[in-house]
């Protein structure tokens, strides 16, 4: 463990001794920004302007800016990490965030563009009673936001604090406050245009940067993908076990169920994740709507596919002592592994390090932007608008209310972020998609397709599965009884599970269904077959 200390050391040490050049790429990436985000601020006039970038981003601006709100530093730096640490296993996470788009762009991409207006509650709400179903929806859209915020906010703590050398923990918590105050700022002046500028200009940058390393690991192996993996296999001291699964999810049964409950919440999350949402009104129409998932299932999936030569890189050629010692959790496996292509005492290693960790914490800063606005979007549209003030809020107070509720978020993701600044980013955004798919997945396929769905069964599957996904993690080895848990110290968790989705999403499922059956309330067939034809024909969308 010595060498892999001293090796992390001197990774710092290098970045310290070129600290000019990375502070400078940090600032230009975020004086850049914040130009664009003053900018889409003068452009933004009105409500849908504000939530919706006035819906005129074309198929192919907004499937970039989908993939830059989606990959995110789960995805760059949780993955790597998982991957470099548990090498087949971890990769399953790859495979799990790009096939959930299949039942995003078949069930939900379409009929919710063609349904709402600028938020999910708009389309529980169409053929509900307002206010609860509102509410409901408002409460779930943050807590999910908040969930995935954390991952986020995590991984900025990381990157930065590697960079910057920095190892106390009021140092990292300040890391972490920067990044809040930098996503107030984005939200709160540019709204969905700054916040879609900024996300498809990300978009390139991780694309370009991950390209570059995995180019220059297999130039290291000479194109030869079977020589990487057995470098990997052998560096990692696991040997052929590293290549087959099992390493992680499979040496005990409570294992093997936490596989599958990992696996259904990826798959099934990203069709209920508010931030991913709200993307589909940015377009003109539900046309655009679809190809704009085309679009993005393309780039992701080309992203994901060269997550194996980060992770499997990274693998091969630093010691998994050495990445843990950085970081527990992996997060810091793709900087390093840039160090260790460029050199780890040369200039070359220093200038790839600050540009794949610039490259980070832009795609930090971008999602982090795009969950703030979809959370404080929904608070102002759903609760503050229609719940609070029944209707009668004009635009501009609509708007200033979702201003102060990004304040709010940020505060509050801050303190979190804090909290959660050792946990694998990859598996705090796991838990994210579970709780989207226990509260938010089942209300909205119940509204668009099942003809007897009411308020009472919409209330019944957001707040039990809300509840239920919630409780078990905080009873679960993620918060609690782990020396990786949130709080490593104490141990009050009973749940074995460290995702909840195998429980939670069937329970969001039946509670929608119950709620149904035993509610009194006679659901209005005139309206759901208004939704129906809205949703699949788009007549009458906005």
Same mark, same amino acid.
């Given at each position: 463990?010595?060498?892999?200390?001293?090796?992390?050391?001197?990774?710092?040490?290098?970045?310290?001794?070129? $600290?000019?050049?990375?502070?400078?790429?940090?600032?230009?990436?975020?004086?850049?920004?914040?130009?664009? #985000?003053?900018?889409?601020? $003068?452009?933004?006039?009105?409500?849908?302007?504000?939530?919706?970038?006035?819906?005129?981003?074309?198929?192919?601006?907004?499937?970039?800016?989908?993939?830059?709100?989606?990959?995110?530093?789960?995805?760059?730096?949780?993955?790597?990490?998982?991957?470099?640490?548990?090498?087949?296993?971890?990769?399953?996470?790859?495979?799990?965030?790009?096939?959930?788009?299949?039942?995003?762009?078949?069930?939900?991409?379409?009929?919710?563009?063609?349904?709402?207006?600028?938020?999910?509650?708009?389309?529980?709400?169409?053929?509900?009673?307002?206010?609860?179903?509102?509410?409901?929806?408002?409460?779930? #859209?943050?807590?999910?936001?908040?969930?995935?915020?954390?991952?986020?906010?995590?991984?900025?703590?990381?990157?930065?604090?590697?960079?910057?050398?920095?190892?106390?923990?009021?140092?990292?918590? !300040?890391?972490?406050?920067?990044?809040?105050?930098?996503?107030?700022?984005?939200?709160?002046?540019?709204?969905?245009?700054?916040?879609?500028?900024?996300?498809?200009?990300?978009?390139?940058?991780?694309?370009?940067?991950?390209?570059?390393?995995?180019?220059?690991?297999?130039?290291?192996?000479?194109?030869?993908?079977?020589?990487?993996?057995?470098?990997?296999?052998?560096?990692?001291?696991?040997?052929?076990?590293?290549?087959?699964?099992?390493?992680?999810?499979?040496? #005990?049964?409570?294992?093997?169920?936490?596989?599958?409950?990992?696996?259904?919440?990826?798959?099934?999350?990203?069709?209920?994740?508010?931030?991913?949402?709200?993307?589909?009104?940015?377009?003109?129409?539900?046309?655009?709507?679809?190809?704009?998932?085309?679009?993005?299932?393309?780039?992701?999936?080309?992203?994901?596919?060269?997550?194996?030569?980060?992770?499997?890189?990274?693998?091969?050629?630093?010691?998994?002592?050495?990445?843990?010692?950085?970081?527990?959790?992996?997060?810091?496996?793709?900087?390093?592994?840039?160090?260790?292509?460029?050199?780890?005492?040369?200039?070359?290693?220093?200038?790839?390090?600050?540009?794949?960790?610039?490259?980070?914490?832009?795609?930090?800063?971008?999602?982090?932007?795009?969950?703030?606005?979809?959370?404080?979007?929904?608070?102002?549209?759903?609760?503050?608008?229609?719940?609070? $003030?029944?209707?009668?809020?004009?635009?501009?107070?609509?708007?200033?209310?979702?201003?102060?509720?990004?304040?709010?978020?940020?505060?509050?993701?801050?303190?979190?972020?804090?909290?959660?600044?050792?946990?694998?980013?990859?598996?705090?955004?796991?838990?994210?998609?579970?709780?989207? !798919?226990?509260?938010?997945?089942?209300?909205?396929?119940?509204?668009?397709?099942?003809?007897?769905?009411?308020?009472?069964?919409?209330?019944?599957?957001?707040?039990?599965?809300?509840?239920?996904?919630?409780?078990?993690?905080?009873?679960?080895?993620?918060?609690?009884?782990?020396?990786?848990?949130?709080?490593?110290?104490?141990?009050?968790?009973?749940?074995?599970?460290?995702?909840?989705?195998?429980?939670?999403?069937?329970?969001?499922?039946?509670?929608?269904?119950?709620?149904?059956?035993?509610?009194?309330?006679?659901?209005?067939?005139?309206?759901?077959?208004?939704?129906?034809?809205?949703?699949?024909?788009?007549?009458?969308?906005?």
């Amino acid at each position: 463990m010595s060498l892999a200390i001293t090796q992390v050391q001197l990774a710092a040490g290098e970045a310290s001794e070129h $600290r000019p050049l990375i502070i400078s790429l940090f600032a230009v990436f975020v004086v850049a920004t914040l130009v664009i #985000t003053v900018w889409a601020g $003068r452009q933004t006039k009105s409500a849908a302007d504000f939530y919706a970038g006035g819906r005129q981003f074309s198929a192919f601006q907004n499937g970039l800016a989908v993939s830059g709100d989606y990959m995110s530093a789960a995805s760059f730096l949780g993955i790597a990490g998982a991957i470099a640490l548990f090498g087949y296993d971890g990769f399953l996470y790859s495979i799990g965030f790009l096939v959930a788009w299949l039942v995003a762009l078949l069930l939900v991409a379409e009929p919710l563009r063609n349904s709402g207006r600028y938020t999910m509650g708009d389309v529980l709400a169409y053929r509900m009673r307002q206010r609860p179903v509102r509410t409901a929806a408002g409460a779930s #859209t943050i807590v999910v936001s908040i969930f995935y915020l954390l991952a986020q906010m995590a991984g900025a703590g990381v990157l930065v604090s590697l960079l910057l050398g920095i190892t106390s923990d009021g140092g990292k918590v !300040a890391i972490v406050a920067l990044v809040g105050v930098l996503m107030i700022v984005y939200v709160t002046i540019g709204g969905m245009k700054g916040t879609t500028w900024v996300q498809m200009i990300k978009a390139v940058l991780l694309i370009g940067g991950t390209i570059l390393i995995t180019f220059l690991v297999l130039l290291k192996f000479n194109f030869n993908v079977s020589d990487l993996l057995g470098s990997a296999a052998d560096n990692s001291g696991k040997g052929k076990s590293f290549l087959e699964p099992g390493l992680k999810y499979g040496a #005990t049964s409570t294992s093997k169920l936490d596989f599958i409950s990992l696996g259904i919440a990826l798959v099934l999350g990203t069709a209920g994740l508010p931030h991913i949402l709200i993307r589909f009104y940015t377009v003109p129409d539900s046309k655009a709507a679809r190809k704009s998932v085309n679009w993005a299932i393309g780039i992701i999936g080309g992203f994901y596919l060269m997550t194996i030569a980060l992770g499997f890189g990274a693998a091969a050629l630093i010691k998994p002592e050495e990445i843990i010692a950085s970081n527990k959790a992996g997060n810091t496996a793709a900087p390093l592994l840039a160090l260790h292509l460029g050199g780890v005492d040369s200039t070359w290693g220093a200038i790839l390090l600050a540009t794949i960790s610039a490259v980070a914490f832009a795609t930090i800063l971008a999602v982090v932007a795009g969950l703030t606005l979809a959370s404080s979007s929904s608070f102002a549209h759903d609760i503050y608008a229609n719940v609070i $003030r029944k209707g009668t809020a004009t635009e501009k107070e609509e708007v200033r209310a979702a201003r102060y509720a990004t304040i709010a978020i940020g505060v509050v993701s801050i303190g979190l972020g804090a909290l959660a600044r050792d946990l694998n980013v990859a598996g705090l955004v796991a838990l994210a998609f579970a709780v989207a !798919a226990s509260a938010n997945l089942p209300t909205i396929l119940y509204s668009l397709f099942w003809k007897r769905f009411t308020t009472q069964g919409a209330l019944w599957s957001i707040y039990g599965g809300l509840v239920t996904a919630v409780g078990l993690v905080l009873f679960s080895p993620v918060v609690s009884g782990k020396p990786t848990s949130m709080f490593p110290d104490v141990d009050f968790h009973w749940f074995p599970l460290e995702n909840p989705g195998l429980i939670s999403i069937p329970v969001g499922f039946l509670l929608g269904w119950i709620g149904t059956l035993v509610s009194k309330e006679e659901p209005d067939a005139g309206k759901y077959a208004e939704l129906e034809v809205r949703s699949l024909t788009g007549t009458g969308a906005h």
